[in-house]
């Protein structure tokens, strides 16, 4: 059996969309018995809708760059913890208190505050009926388990400064991961190969090939271990860490049916 995991946002939903190719690659890849899913720093919640609406049956989902491990219903499996007072400390920052908002990832639903304008948290919940419960920063150590903390910011040299400095200043707690405009925070040792490794433990799968795709810097942990690919659209840089770029998905996944 073979595991494809493929990042979301920049390579299987692309130019605001997920091609035919790729829904028909994903369709012939499951119909061999491979298993497929999705590896991306969203919640599930902002995920499962948009996976449906493109007609896309996956197997699971890892979510917030390894924070909430998924079976194909959305039920969890597993899920990380950042300490509370960790956050309460972080939002304190210069660079975190100009970021976009606040969204705090439970493993049902997104806990929300300091939305400013640029931000697309609300946008994107209204848009695919995914659930936000606002909140304020007082709220914050009365907060249930929570696995990630996001940032969003106008550029992304802004991200990457702001995940440099979180990562000096509480690296020994958590880990950030610049990904273009955004910043997702989570438990230190948590990454997208992390979560793969998890899933497949959990699963049952030890004996199975992995086939990783992604784009971006937070999805070097799992491209690197994994010799993972890219799309044809990814920076130099990411391009220089795989074993080969592809059209989409759909053509990673059939060169390697």
């Not at 692309?14 to 590896?39: C, L, T, Y």
């Not at 919640?45 to 609406?53: S, T, W």
């Not at 039920?75 to 309460?88: K, M, S, V, Y």
């Not at 998905?249 to 059939?254: P, R, S």
Request: glycine share 8%; hydrophobic share 40%; with cysteine.
């Amino acid at each position: 059996m073979k595991i494809a995991a493929s990042d979301y946002d920049g390579t299987l939903f692309r130019n605001e969309e997920i091609s035919v190719a790729d829904v028909e690659g994903i369709r012939r890849w499951r119909a061999e018995g491979n298993k497929f899913g999705v590896v991306t720093g969203r919640d599930y919640g902002m995920l499962a809708p948009q996976l449906r609406h493109y007609g896309i049956a996956s197997d699971f989902a890892i979510c917030n760059n390894g924070g909430l491990i998924c079976r194909a219903d959305g039920t969890p499996l597993w899920q990380g913890r950042i300490p509370l007072e960790t956050l309460a400390e972080i939002v304190r920052e210069p660079g975190v208190r100009r970021s976009f908002h606040f969204a705090f990832s439970a493993a049902d639903c997104t806990y929300l505050y300091h939305e400013e304008e640029g931000s697309w948290i609300t946008r994107e919940a209204r848009e695919w009926d995914f659930r936000i419960v606002p909140m304020e920063e007082k709220d914050i150590l009365h907060l249930p388990q929570i696995h990630q903390f996001s940032l969003g910011y106008p550029e992304a040299a802004e991200a990457d400064a702001v995940s440099r400095n979180i990562n000096e200043r509480y690296g020994a707690v958590v880990r950030a991961y610049p990904n273009r405009c955004s910043v997702d925070i989570v438990p230190k040792g948590i990454s997208k190969r992390q979560g793969i490794e998890k899933l497949v433990d959990l699963m049952g799968w030890e004996d199975s090939e992995i086939y990783a795709i992604g784009d971006e810097t937070n999805d070097l942990p799992m491209l690197e271990a994994f010799l993972g690919f890219t799309v044809d659209t990814a920076r130099e840089a990411i391009k220089a860490k795989v074993r080969n770029a592809y059209a989409g998905v759909g053509a990673m996944l059939a060169a390697n049916i």
